[in-house]
């Protein structure tokens, strides 16, 4: 297996299989521009946003890589997690990776974010990066209400996505400089396009301002663009006014 394993779907397949899920880490790290960078962000908001013995709910955990980065940072703090993903064989490699790291409870819930009800209440954080952008727009908007309906009134919420530019030519600029950073981790030019293939009507990419929108159209507070390249954006947003 390889970065390359989008090659074995047809249009409009994607899917997170169990091969999928051997090689995700690699995929995504050399698919996503700044994808160490933008983990380390949420990591380093986390020593603000979560008290000790306090719950990060991470909606699309996938490996738990997440988890993992806050838990290196602040193993003392006994910080507790909610980890969800729809695919159990994800959340299987998360076990494996999070347990020896564990100061406090991990909870690995095989679920649809988007269905009521969630596990966990009363979340510090909540997170969700490159989730969303999978789900039909009205359904983004039920997995963040839930997010907030299960968020502690001080919580914060991350949101990391690729977005869709409004003017086409940035669009093209995005796009043609996503493929660079792709070809540049060792993404052939075969692969590139086979996973834009086996994508299409599966990823649903909105505008940035129509991201913006849906957050506080679900009840969450003063959003907050944190990061931004290109067609990748990470917004914050907290579930009360200051």
């Known amino acids: 297996m390889s970065v390359d394993i989008a090659e074995q779907f047809d249009t409009g397949g994607w899917e997170f299989t169990?091969?999928?899920?051997?090689?995700f880490d690699e995929h995504v790290r050399a698919s996503v521009p700044f994808y160490?960078?933008?983990?380390?962000?949420?990591?380093e908001a986390a020593d603000w946003l979560v008290p000790a013995g306090g719950l990060?709910?991470?909606?699309?955990?996938?490996?738990?890589?997440?988890?993992?980065?806050i838990l290196e940072r602040q193993r003392e703090r006994r910080i507790r997690f909610a980890l969800y993903d729809?695919?159990?064989?994800?959340?299987?490699?998360?076990?494996?990776d999070l347990e020896p790291l564990a100061g406090g409870s991990i909870g690995y819930h095989v679920a649809r974010i988007q269905d009521a009800p969630l596990a966990h209440e009363n979340a510090d954080l909540t997170i969700s990066l490159f989730t969303l952008q999978f789900l039909p727009l009205?359904?983004?908007l039920d997995a963040?209400?839930?997010a907030r309906a299960h968020s502690h009134d001080s919580g914060a919420l991350i949101?990391?996505?690729?977005?869709?530019a409004r003017d086409s030519r940035w669009a093209e600029i995005a796009n043609d400089a996503s493929h660079d950073v792709k070809a540049a981790h060792g993404i052939s030019d075969s692969a590139i396009r086979a996973k834009a293939r086996s994508l299409r009507g599966v990823l649903r990419p909105q505008s940035p301002q129509s991201l913006v929108d849906t957050i506080e159209a679900a009840g969450w507070q003063s959003p907050e663009v944190l990061f931004r390249w290109h067609s990748w954006t990470v917004v914050g947003a907290f579930a009360?006014?200051?």
């Open 240 to 242: 009360s006014q200051a």
């Open 18 to 23: 169990p091969d999928v899920v051997q090689v």
């Open 86 to 96: 729809d695919q159990a064989a994800m959340l299987d490699r998360a076990r494996v």
């Open 144 to 146: 963040l209400r839930l």
């Open 36 to 43: 160490d960078d933008i983990q380390n962000l949420v990591a």
């Open 56 to 69: 990060v709910a991470d909606l699309g955990a996938s490996t738990g890589t997440t988890a993992r980065r």
């Open 138 to 140: 009205h359904e983004r």
């Open 159 to 164: 949101v990391a996505e690729k977005v869709r």
